[in-house]
Structures are given as structure tokens and as C-alpha cells.
């Protein structure tokens, strides 16, 4: 009877640490979620907070169509630098929330874009940014 109660704190143990384990891994994945785009066939991921999307434009416009949205929706901008093959523009919201656009040369005629607002990402804040960078381009 004694060996029936150690094996169920045992097993009972075990199932206490793998839950800890599993929960741990779920929580601490991120968010990930995949949607289509609107336009040209574009996808639009959200991965760990950052939306990120291919824009159909060359960096040069990409980052012009980005400080536009950013001069329409009235952010305060804080910082931008630009190379030949990256650009990274920081602004805040009227909630003093950090925006951080990030965009990254592909080819000639294809932009990377990493969008995050706030800490952990705010989808629909970010897909608003998005839907004026595309009407900008």
C-alpha cells in the first residue's frame, strides 16, 4: 500500500512538471498568425508582436510612403536613418507609444517591412500604419 501512494505522488509529480513545461513553452511562443493580404497577392504575418509584409516598391518609395503615414497619422517623429539597404524610423503616438518601422532592401523592386507599436505589437494600430504606407506607394 505504501508503494501505490509513492507511485502516485511520482506520477503525479511528473505530470505537475510537464504541464509547468508545456505552459511555459506555450506562453512564451509569441503570437502568430497569418492573414492575406489586401493587393497584389501579399501576405501579411504577425510574428511575435511585429507585422511583417513584402511591399511591391523599392526602398526609396517604401520609405517615403512610410514618412508619409507617419506625417499623416500626426506621430511625432523621433529618429530615421537610411542606407542603401535599410532604413529604420522611430516615432510615438499620442499615447507616447513606441512605432518602429523597419524596412530592409530585397531586390529592386521589393521592400521588407517590419512594423511594431508598443512593447508586444498592437495589431490593429499596425495595420493601419500598413494600409496607409500601401495607399502612400
Known sequence: MNL???????CAARILA????????????????????????????????DLDVTLDANL?????????????????KISNRQDAL?????????????????????TDDATKLKIRVGTFGEESMQQEILTRIKSNL
Request: proline share 0%; with cysteine.
Open 4 to 10: 501505490s501512494k509513492t507511485f502516485t505522488f511520482a
Open 18 to 49: 510537464a504541464s509547468t513545461v508545456m505552459s511555459v513553452l506555450v506562453l512564451s511562443s509569441g503570437c502568430l498568425a497569418l492573414a492575406a493580404g489586401a493587393g497584389a497577392g501579399a501576405a501579411v504575418a504577425y510574428m511575435r508582436g
Open 60 to 76: 526609396a518609395k517604401s520609405v517615403r510612403a512610410a514618412e508619409k503615414a507617419i506625417a499623416q497619422l500626426k506621430y511625432a
Open 86 to 106: 535599410q532604413a529604420t524610423l522611430i516615432s510615438r503616438n499620442a499615447s507616447d507609444q513606441k512605432i518602429e518601422l523597419y524596412l530592409e532592401k530585397l
